[in-house]
């Protein structure tokens, strides 16, 4: 089994910038394709972004699109999301998630992972 732990969540005023991590332990090295997905309060998981082993190929929800960037250090089994000109909608609590998949797929989008973090939670104030 693979353990992901998210980290770098916080309390932020709008317009500010957070950098999540994710770290990966266990059998990381099973696992290609890696994402960040939230939840905000009273609504489903959404995705926000994707990025292939290589880190070559970047996925966004439209929401993101712009503002965030997703990348990873696979010498650190470590994915990051950069979060830019932060909004209070984008308050929720952030998950990485990681599959053994090799290709980005609709169905990661999906939330369809084999490995889930437990989550760190961003709160941005108006």
């Known amino acids: 089994q693979a353990q992901l732990v998210e980290s770098g969540g916080g309390l932020v005023q709008a317009g500010a910038s957070l950098r999540l991590s994710c770290a990966a332990s266990?059998?990381?090295?099973?696992?290609?394709?890696m994402g960040w997905f939230r939840q905000a309060p009273g609504k489903e998981r959404e995705f926000v972004a994707g990025?292939?082993?290589?880190?070559?190929?970047?996925y966004y929800a439209d929401s993101v699109k712009g503002r965030f960037t997703i990348s990873r250090d696979n010498a650190r089994n470590t994915v990051y999301l950069q979060m830019n000109s932060l909004t209070p909608e984008d308050t929720a609590v952030y998950y990485c998630?990681?599959?053994?998949?090799?290709?980005?797929?609709?169905?990661?989008?999906?939330?369809?992972?084999?490995?889930w973090g437990k989550g760190t939670l961003v709160t941005v104030s108006s």
């Open positions: 998630a990681g599959d053994r998949r090799p290709s980005f797929s609709v169905s990661h989008k999906l939330g369809g992972m084999d490995y």
């Open positions: 266990g059998r990381s090295f099973s696992i290609y394709v």
């Open positions: 990025i292939s082993w290589s880190g070559g190929s970047t």
